[in-house]
């Protein structure tokens, strides 16, 4: 259970201590005034401020909560723009009249009630009173089957509130740490869409401050005691169902024929979505004498007596209009993997360019952005109909594997992989080739699984190959935690496979278990690939099986650098973290023999700047240095060289050197905008003024400390701490 004070208490000694050089918003200082009322005013360090802090929040509880109050406002410019998808119909006007304001509030009722229209439209006439904005979340993307990824969710909730990806950890310890202090430091509505369990719920009900709107289809016993009185819908207030059904019917006016239209309207329970589909029913009736007498006429006929009569019918008479190929392109993209898709790949699924504006035509899909879906009713009716579903995968997976391999080739040509190389491997598409592989990262996870399932195992790994451009420049390692376990599984299954397969595969799946620190996972990965490169190698080249041999070593240095990093994090004992260390040392050199024996260009730009970086870690920036004076590298790794020089210079105290160095790193990255590095070089900075005795130091320390906060960045305590022994007088 989340220590809701703890997490509180933790965020306002953070606005305590960025007050201190002035980085403070006017919710910062409010908690200031806060603390200094109920602690006095000679505050000290940021820990002895937490411990009074909390005690003094346990012992009052008015207190308490006026802190709680004041933290969720520390961050208000981070507010979510997601407002998408309101269509503003009339609905449950008594509800409306008194929304709900703060706490959990279940929207419970069938599917097509209005459930999440009603929870938008709550959230709507609460805006003003929640200055973080609103966020949705539709759980049922995150669900498969009994199984619900959490971590996922997480991820999504802090990338609404614009915390850039790659500042999001990808172990689950860190992940949970900034969740907390990003989520206690808002006040927000957020809509959970299709809850179906109550842990699903207790991610996000400690934040009291906060509105949590839940719609689902089932009231469990499990929910109802997370919510005993929840909103129950059966359908819509007469006038609000009246609206609806006339926002459909295009040039027909159902209100010309009021006692028929109410005895439609209760027909269809009053249900959102059955009025939506007689609506559209309706206005393909345009110039009839009395459309909603006769729709009428027609379903006692046809024995259509409720509204998931009405909605059936509905579709029935929808695709009876469509075009044979419309139809049955209908049937294939309900099977489209992810259940969202582009113009690109509908058009590789169905084999057919022009159909999906067929589709759209009829209103049988949704779009978001660049992708579209079907709407849910539509999919679960098409999915009935007859089509060639396996020849429509293949031209899927066929245009995906083509296009994500062009991706990795265009982003580099010469590093190691292992898969498959398809003759077609040029880059053509008018867009970015890492954008293209982010935006369609999801597709490619549901890809690599359902090839696995389907024994397509060339196929699984080339997609798992291809993404790990992706990984490497925009650190999307926990989506490939699952990819590189189909990979892994792939290679296993395949009769087929190539030497060299398995051990990569091994070392990629081991390289994103430490990296979310499942250390006993990745080992055994990592043991298995020493293993097999241990052994002669047959049916491959001798120069690639030890290049193989090379890259395994730089992964078990990595490996044991993390640990290494993780056990300083934790505050363990010095012999202990330098055991890690030495060991990573060992592989990384090893590294660097095996590719100075093979005079690989690539591998040598990386692994020396490795081993040094693990060499300063030691306190040995003397050896460092000398590594570095070895290596010859090119843009982005050239700045990387550079800022491990600085390290190395400031260890040993020769300030102007490491000046000059950090100078360079810094301009080489701005031209090369290369913003995944902009932490480090911001922290190089700081450590660097400080060793000059530059007043200014406080300065940077508060700024990254104040920047660390805002999107809960896990080296946040580390700032505060250099912050307080920062040189120069502090500000009042």
Request: charged share 25%; proline share 4%; glycine share 6%.
């Amino acid at each position: 259970m989340v220590d809701l004070l703890q997490v509180v208490v933790d965020e306002a000694a953070k606005a305590a201590a960025t007050s201190a050089v002035g980085a403070v918003s006017t919710a910062g200082r409010n908690v200031v005034s806060l603390l200094k009322e109920r602690l006095g005013t000679g505050m000290s360090g940021k820990d002895t401020l937490r411990t009074r802090a909390l005690a003094a929040a346990r012992a009052d509880k008015e207190w308490a909560d006026r802190l709680i109050e004041a933290v969720s406002e520390l961050h208000v410019e981070n507010a979510s723009t997601a407002t998408v998808g309101i269509e503003n119909f009339r609905n449950h006007l008594a509800i409306l009249a008194d929304p709900p304001r703060t706490g959990l509030k279940l929207i419970v009722g069938p599917g097509g009630s209005g459930k999440t229209e009603l929870a938008r439209q709550l959230a709507d006439r609460v805006r003003e009173e929640f200055p973080s904005g609103r966020v949705e979340v539709p759980l049922a993307r995150y669900r498969d089957g009994d199984e619900f990824d959490a971590a996922a969710v997480k991820r999504y909730v802090l990338e609404e509130f614009g915390i850039p990806h790659g500042e999001i950890p990808v172990d689950d310890e860190q992940l949970d740490k900034q969740f907390l202090s990003v989520l206690v430091t808002r006040s927000f509505v957020l809509i959970l869409d299709d809850v179906e369990l109550a842990a699903e719920l207790a991610l996000f009900t400690p934040f009291r401050t906060s509105l949590v709107l839940a719609t689902a289809s089932v009231y469990s016993r499990e929910l109802k005691a997370c919510d005993p009185n929840a909103i129950v819908l059966r359908g819509l207030d007469v006038e609000g169902a009246r609206q609806l059904l006339a926002d459909f019917c295009g040039k027909v006016r159902p209100l010309d024929e009021p006692v028929e239209a109410d005895r439609l309207i209760a027909l269809c329970e009053g249900m959102p979505l059955a009025l939506r589909e007689v609506g559209v029913t309706l206005a393909g009736r345009a110039g009839e004498t009395r459309p909603v007498a006769t729709l009428l006429d027609e379903y006692r006929s046809t024995g259509v007596v409720d509204a998931e009569g009405a909605i059936q019918d509905s579709l029935r008479r929808t695709f009876a209009q469509l075009s044979d190929a419309a139809a049955e392109a209908c049937a294939l993209l309900a099977e489209h993997p992810g259940g969202f898709f582009t113009r690109a790949t509908a058009t590789a699924m169905t084999g057919d360019p022009k159909v999906l504006d067929e589709l759209i035509a009829a209103q049988l899909t949704l779009q978001f952005g660049d992708w579209y879906s079907l709407r849910i009713l539509v999919g679960q009716y098409a999915r009935q109909l007859p089509a060639d579903r396996a020849a429509a995968f293949d031209r899927l997976l066929a245009y995906v594997v083509e296009t994500a391999v062009a991706a990795d080739f265009r982003e580099n040509p010469w590093r190691l992989r292992t898969y498959v190389v398809p003759a077609k491997r040029i880059w053509k598409l008018p867009v970015d080739h890492l954008d293209w592989l982010e935006s369609h990262r999801s597709l490619i996870g549901e890809l690599v699984k359902l090839a696995w399932l389907r024994h397509r195992y060339k196929e699984a790994l080339q997609l798992a190959g291809a993404f790990e451009a992706l990984v490497n420049k925009r650190w999307y390692w926990r989506e490939f935690v699952e990819i590189s376990d189909y990979a892994v599984k792939a290679v296993e299954a395949d009769k087929d496979a190539k030497p060299g397969q398995l051990p990569r595969a091994l070392m990629m799946r081991g390289k994103a278990r430490y990296l979310a620190r499942w250390f006993q996972a990745a080992l055994e990965d990592l043991d298995r690939s020493a293993e097999i490169l241990a052994g002669p190698p047959v049916g491959i080249a001798e120069r690639r099986w030890r290049t193989l041999r090379a890259s395994l070593a730089e992964f078990r240095g990595r490996f044991h650098e993390e640990r290494a990093d993780l056990l300083a994090h934790r505050r363990a004992g010095k012999a202990e973290i330098e055991r890690e260390l030495s060991a990573a040392a060992r592989q990384l050199r090893v590294a660097c023999a095996l590719s100075t024996e093979l005079d690989d260009g690539p591998a040598l730009a990386i692994h020396p700047r490795m081993l040094a970086n693990v060499l300063i870690k030691l306190g040995e920036p003397a050896e460092a240095i000398a590594v570095l004076g070895t290596m010859t590298a090119e843009g982005r790794n050239q700045a990387r060289i550079e800022m491990v020089y600085a390290n190395a210079y400031l260890a040993l105290g020769e300030l102007s050197e490491a000046r000059a160095r950090f100078g360079s790193a810094w301009n080489q990255m701005a031209s090369q905008r290369a913003t995944q590095y902009v932490w480090e070089l911001r922290e190089l900075q700081a450590r660097l003024m400080t060793a000059e005795r530059d007043p200014g130091a406080i300065e940077v320390w508060g700024g990254l400390a104040y920047d660390a906060t805002r999107i809960g960045h896990p080296r946040a305590d580390q700032y505060f701490t250099a912050l307080e022994s920062s040189p120069g007088d502090r500000r009042p």
